[in-house]
């Protein structure tokens, strides 16, 4: 490790902690729901997963919205221009906000046709409807919050995302666990009090964010009003640069949905554990998470410092795979420790405990992976701008090893529902291999305020 790798790698850090606790933090939620939820019935912490399809579609349009503005946001604060920094974050936040009301339109007039999506088991589906007709109010806050907390990353500043999302999570839990159980005096409420609890915790950050923005946050000075600036001089930009990024996690959030409506015809005993599943790995990606938003931070400020930077950015860009590598290796260890006692967790049922051990194994695969696109996709790729070589690998791997051989192998070939699931893992493999190769050759930098 040279002294300059050294010295971009302690800016990671410092960045990728607050990070990767506000992730921590938000998996610490679903983390509540599924061991609360999970002790009470394995069918309606079920109804609640399946329920909470159509908030991850929608979460991704949000981590679109936002990881798109970062990709010229990183690159505009590296030449401190404040006023493109407000102007495109306005745009996002409008894009978010709509969406957010026309989403929670539909999953409130349509609460069980919206499950029904997901899952054919009549009981999942009615649980699902109960938990879908209170939280589907929460949509416009979480746009909010999270687009200009994800905004406020591209200036380095990470930590008001940390206290704001760890003071929420301290309310969901308490809240959580007073209306799922009925305590304090309140009627026991199972999947309707875990969703009583979301809404208000998502109320509870967007009061705290108005806050922070108008009384302290003064380096972008970002306001309500700004949600209706003029953006028509980016729009090349964001045509070119951000565009990609939102398409891209759309199609994600798209795909991986279709993923669990293709698990949830394998019956309810898979969902369950698909259930537990998907909180673990959200668990063990929080390092990946942190790392790969840090490196797009820190990355994308030095390029657009300007081409002189670039050779570095090459070198140093390579260093950050190695360090995903090991990093995947570490999570990897992590789950087989953790594997035999994970279904302890909750009140799983003997067939679903089977089911999560060996889901696990896939899980680590499936992981070790991750840990390496995550990085090259979210911190190297998108911070040089290389945002649509990104949308079309995202695209193809998915629609053609994830969905493609995963309806084959459920519904043409009704493979067992553990090795369904390694070929709905297969994708991360793919899009490692083949984008490895395009980080050493350093083609993917362009500069996106030129």
Same mark, same amino acid.
């Given at each position: 490790?040279?002294?300059?790798?050294?010295?971009?790698?302690?800016?990671?850090?410092?960045?990728?902690?607050?990070?990767?606790?506000?992730?921590?933090?938000?998996?610490?939620?679903?983390?509540?729901?599924?061991?609360?939820?999970?002790?009470?019935?394995?069918?309606?912490?079920?109804?609640?997963?399946?329920?909470?399809?159509?908030?991850?579609?929608?979460?991704?349009?949000?981590?679109?919205?936002?990881?798109?503005?970062?990709?010229?946001?990183?690159?505009?604060?590296?030449?401190?221009?404040?006023?493109?920094?407000?102007?495109?974050?306005?745009?996002?936040?409008?894009?978010?906000?709509?969406?957010?009301?026309?989403?929670?339109?539909?999953?409130?007039?349509?609460?069980?046709?919206?499950?029904?999506?997901?899952?054919?088991?009549?009981?999942?589906?009615?649980?699902?409807?109960?938990?879908?007709?209170?939280?589907?109010?929460?949509? %416009? !806050?979480?746009?909010?919050? *999270?687009?200009?907390? /994800? @905004? $406020?990353?591209?200036?380095?500043? &990470?930590?008001?995302?940390?206290?704001?999302?760890?003071?929420?999570?301290?309310?969901?839990?308490?809240?959580?666990?007073?209306?799922?159980?009925?305590?304090?005096?309140?009627?026991?409420?199972?999947?309707?009090?875990?969703?009583?609890?979301?809404?208000?915790?998502?109320?509870?950050?967007?009061?705290?964010?108005?806050?922070?923005?108008?009384?302290?946050?003064?380096?972008?000075?970002?306001?309500?009003?700004?949600?209706?600036?003029?953006?028509?001089?980016?729009?090349?930009?964001?045509?070119?640069?951000?565009?990609?990024?939102?398409?891209?996690?759309?199609?994600?959030?798209?795909?991986?949905?279709?993923?669990?409506?293709?698990?949830?015809?394998?019956?309810?005993?898979?969902?369950?554990?698909?259930?537990?599943?998907? %909180? !673990?790995?959200?668990?063990? *990606?929080?390092?990946? /998470? @942190? $790392?790969?938003?840090?490196?797009? &931070?820190?990355?994308?400020?030095?390029?657009?410092?300007?081409?002189?930077?670039?050779?570095?950015?090459?070198?140093?860009?390579?260093?950050?795979?190695?360090?995903?590598?090991?990093?995947?290796?570490?999570?990897?260890?992590?789950?087989?420790?953790?594997?035999?006692?994970?279904?302890?967790?909750?009140?799983?049922?003997?067939?679903?405990?089977?089911?999560?051990?060996?889901?696990?194994?896939?899980?680590?695969?499936?992981?070790?992976?991750?840990?390496?696109?995550?990085?090259?996709?979210?911190?190297?790729?998108?911070?040089?701008?290389?945002?649509?070589?990104?949308?079309?690998?995202?695209?193809?791997?998915?629609?053609?090893?994830?969905?493609?051989?995963?309806?084959?192998?459920?519904?043409?070939?009704?493979?067992?529902? %553990?090795?369904?699931?390694?070929?709905?893992?297969?994708?991360?493999?793919?899009?490692?291999?083949?984008?490895?190769?395009?980080?050493?050759?350093?083609?993917?930098?362009?500069?996106?305020?030129?």
């Amino acid at each position: 490790m040279t002294e300059r790798h050294r010295e971009l790698l302690k800016k990671i850090i410092i960045i990728a902690i607050p990070i990767a606790i506000q992730n921590l933090i938000n998996v610490g939620v679903s983390v509540t729901d599924t061991l609360m939820i999970g002790n009470i019935s394995e069918i309606q912490l079920a109804g609640i997963s399946q329920a909470n399809q159509p908030y991850f579609i929608f979460t991704t349009l949000i981590f679109g919205l936002a990881s798109g503005s970062m990709v010229l946001n990183a690159q505009y604060w590296g030449q401190r221009d404040t006023g493109a920094i407000k102007a495109i974050m306005g745009l996002m936040m409008r894009i978010g906000i709509i969406g957010g009301l026309l989403a929670s339109a539909v999953v409130l007039i349509f609460p069980e046709q919206a499950v029904s999506i997901f899952t054919n088991e009549a009981e999942v589906i009615n649980y699902g409807a109960q938990y879908l007709r209170i939280v589907g109010l929460s949509y %416009v !806050f979480s746009a909010f919050t *999270g687009i200009y907390l /994800m @905004g $406020l990353r591209s200036i380095q500043n &990470v930590k008001i995302s940390m206290y704001i999302y760890g003071l929420s999570f301290i309310l969901n839990v308490f809240l959580n666990y007073t209306f799922i159980f009925g305590k304090f005096g309140m009627p026991r409420l199972e999947c309707r009090g875990a969703a009583i609890a979301t809404l208000i915790s998502r109320i509870f950050e967007s009061i705290l964010v108005l806050i922070y923005m108008y009384k302290i946050e003064d380096k972008v000075r970002y306001r309500v009003r700004d949600v209706f600036c003029k953006t028509s001089k980016y729009w090349k930009s964001i045509a070119t640069y951000s565009l990609p990024v939102l398409l891209s996690e759309i199609n994600w959030g798209l795909g991986i949905s279709m993923q669990a409506a293709i698990i949830g015809r394998l019956g309810s005993n898979v969902i369950a554990a698909n259930s537990f599943i998907n %909180v !673990f790995q959200q668990l063990s *990606g929080v390092a990946m /998470m @942190g $790392l790969g938003g840090a490196a797009g &931070v820190v990355l994308g400020n030095l390029i657009g410092k300007g081409k002189k930077h670039e050779e570095e950015v090459i070198s140093f860009s390579k260093f950050l795979v190695k360090i995903s590598i090991i990093l995947g290796i570490i999570v990897i260890t992590m789950v087989l420790i953790i594997r035999p006692i994970a279904p302890s967790f909750i009140n799983a049922s003997e067939q679903t405990a089977e089911l999560i051990k060996s889901m696990l194994y896939v899980s680590a695969f499936l992981l070790f992976f991750q840990a390496i696109t995550i990085t090259i996709f979210v911190g190297i790729l998108r911070a040089g701008g290389d945002t649509a070589f990104c949308a079309a690998i995202d695209i193809a791997t998915l629609w053609i090893c994830k969905i493609g051989l995963g309806l084959l192998c459920a519904f043409v070939l009704k493979l067992h529902p %553990v090795l369904v699931y390694l070929i709905l893992s297969s994708d991360e493999c793919v899009k490692a291999l083949i984008t490895i190769p395009r980080v050493w050759k350093g083609k993917w930098i362009h500069y996106t305020t030129v």
